[in-house]
């Protein structure tokens, strides 16, 4: 392996820590049984939440390590373009917009919307269309335009890449 690769696999397990053999900074986050790190939780009344309250994103630790691994190809792509999008690539892009999808698609119920998604040599989304069952949902027009701000490696071997069919699973 490169040294440059090994250096970007590694440098996540250094960027919380003092790294090795460094003197361990003194951390700033509260125990979990440190009763004055943690409020009390107030009774909250269903009647004072309103419509449009958003409740942040659940941790998704999978699709954070696959956004990262796509942004690094984007990245890198700019000065060597892939020889072609292959099945890693676009899996790590589109399981990044994951957590998106669930908070902003979801209405409440479980639901697999397919699309066919075409992708530019430049890594734009120049197309991306539902189809079977729910396509014409609301869901499936959320996830359609999520899918449309994804930013793909630069690739060669084609003037596009199309995706037939990709499930997209909606947990609410």
């Not at 361990?24 to 790190?37: L, M, V, Y």
């Not at 917009?97 to 669930?102: D, G, H, L, S, V």
Request: charged letters at 25%.
């Amino acid at each position: 392996m490169n040294s440059r690769l090994l250096g970007w696999m590694f440098a996540g397990l250094f960027a919380l820590g003092a790294g090795c053999g460094a003197p361990a900074e003194k951390s700033t986050i509260p125990e979990q049984n440190d009763s004055a790190a943690v409020p009390a939780a107030k009774p909250s009344s269903p009647a004072k939440k309103t419509a449009d309250e958003k409740k942040p994103a659940p941790e998704d630790p999978v699709a954070k390590q696959a956004a990262a691994f796509c942004n690094h190809a984007v990245e890198d792509s700019v000065m060597q373009p892939l020889d072609q999008l292959d099945k890693k690539h676009i899996s790590a892009c589109l399981i990044a917009i994951r957590p998106a999808i669930n908070q902003e698609c979801g209405k409440g119920a479980a639901k697999e919307i397919i699309l066919k998604i075409i992708v530019d040599k430049s890594g734009e989304v120049t197309g991306a269309f539902p189809i079977g069952n729910g396509a014409d949902s609301p869901e499936a027009a959320c996830i359609t335009n999520k899918v449309k701000a994804v930013k793909f490696p630069r690739f060669i071997a084609v003037p596009q890449q199309v995706i037939e069919k990709y499930p997209f699973k909606i947990t609410p």
